[in-house]
């Protein structure tokens, strides 16, 4: 059964860089064909697509994200990582990590991560 | 990109009864590419609903969606104490976005 697991600090201090990891397990990572997902929720507020990535690390950027986002995939450890630049308050939110439903680009995140919260503080 | 407008803001309904929720597009969705999620505080979001009226794995069949290219509607026919929750729809092309949800609670 396909789990996905995101780890990383809990707080971050504003104008530094984010960083988070999605581990896989219970599915092959590598060549399965399938997007990668990051979406984040802020406290109060609605869900935010942040980008995806291919096994092959091909990357799709939200455009509103683009400029501060970097997401990368290591196989070898079945992970995908995401990196959020120059961070302030509004970047506190749950992130989870997700996997697409079907091997195709379009279409819906069936899986999903249990979320980890990260807060930008001083 | 577009906009997804969800009405109402909130639902509020007693267990039994028939909820409506609507997600209206600001421009057409391509091949119906428009899901419904379930979220709950501190879970995960759930699929509920894919290609706008296909009921993914292990979804009640009480949970239905219609509509295509800017009106879509998810029904529950008849609420459980479990479905009170905020439903997001969301258009999955090639930039994915999200409706601001509507909160379906107990009245």
């Known amino acids: 059964q396909l789990q996905l697991q995101e780890s990383g600090p809990g707080l971050v201090k504003p104008s530094e860089t984010l960083s988070l990891t999605c581990t896989v397990s219970?599915?092959?990572?590598?060549?399965?064909?399938?997007?990668w997902a990051w979406v984040r929720q802020p406290p109060g507020k609605g869900l935010e697509w942040i980008g995806d990535?291919?096994?092959?690390?091909?990357?799709y950027y939200s455009p509103s994200l683009k400029s501060r986002v970097t997401i990368s995939v290591d196989t070898s450890k079945d992970q995908f990582s995401l990196r959020l630049s120059s961070v302030t308050a509004a970047d506190t939110a749950v992130y989870y990590c997700?996997?697409?439903?079907?091997?195709?680009?379009?279409?819906?995140?069936?899986?999903w991560g249990p979320g980890t919260l990260v807060t930008v503080s001083s | 990109e577009g906009v997804l407008t969800q009405s109402p803001d909130t639902l509020p309904l007693s267990p039994g009864e028939r909820a409506t929720l609507s997600c209206r597009a600001s421009?057409?969705?391509?091949?119906?590419?428009l899901a419904w999620y379930q979220k709950k505080p501190g879970q995960a979001p759930r699929l509920l609903i894919y290609?706008?009226?296909s009921r993914a794995t292990g979804i009640p069949d009480r949970f239905s969606g219609s509509g295509s290219d800017t009106d879509f509607t998810l029904t529950i026919s008849r609420l459980e104490p479990e479905d009170f929750a905020v439903y997001y729809c969301?258009?999955?092309?090639?930039?994915?976005?999200f409706g601001g949800g509507t909160k379906v609670e107990i009245k």
């Open positions: 990535i291919f096994y092959t690390g091909s990357t």
């Open positions: 969301q258009q999955y092309g090639t930039s994915p976005f």
């Open positions: 219970g599915d092959s990572f590598s060549g399965s064909n399938y997007y």
């Open positions: 997700a996997r697409k439903m079907s091997t195709s680009y379009f279409s819906p995140w069936g899986h």
């Open positions: 290609a706008a009226s």
């Open positions: 421009q057409s969705i391509t091949n119906r590419n």
